[in-house]
């Protein structure tokens, strides 16, 4: 999958998107041709950075009515609630969401994956491995054999969700987190920056600490 690409969000990780796309053109030349970034509310810092990469600012989310059809969007923002509402708007104006993935990211001999992953780089995906569509695999992200992350998973950086595991639905993984052989997290869950999940969640619990238990009214439960 190749060709003119929108990044939506001109934030951090949309612009390791663009990284990464770049990655991608060094190994395989005229791969892709960003045409610019769509945000609704870019903060003059980012505006900024995104100048200094020399990719243009096209607008707000409108503006994606306004792209060529044949374009293809991907969607640069971690939080997985927004990436609902953008893919929302992605499928309702009839565009495809790109697969961006940094060449120096490994994948198992078997592995299925929906539209709209983004997977950077040192990203390791073990054997039998069904990723859902909008994943985000931050750099250094690592998947166990046999498990199974449902749609808009964040994978934030140096996390590890082990074998057998099963991810739902726009759960968040914090950086340097761990989801131990054969567990479950339920949908919506936020998993803390370096936390241990060894048990099982409720949907929207907020993990913290090792081992990760619920935080309930600032306190763990």
Known sequence: MTGDLVVVGAGGFGREVIDVVRAINAVRSGSWNVIGVVDDSPSELNL??????????????????????????????????????????????????????????VFGSTFSTGEGLVACAGVSVGTNVTLGRHVHLNPHAVIGHDSVLDDFVSVNPNATVS??????????IGASAVVLEGREVSDDVVVGAAACVVGPSKPGDVLVGVPARPLRNGVTG
């Open 48 to 105: 900024s950075r995104l100048s200094q990469l020399g990719v243009a600012y096209l607008g707000s989310r409108a503006a994606l009515a306004d792209v060529p059809p044949d374009t293809l969007v991907s969607i640069g923002i971690g939080a997985p609630s927004a990436r609902i509402s953008i893919a929302d708007d992605i499928e309702r104006l009839g565009l495809r969401s790109a697969q961006i993935v940094h060449p120096a990211a």
């Open 163 to 172: 074998g057998d595991c099963r991810i739902g639905t726009a759960v968040l």
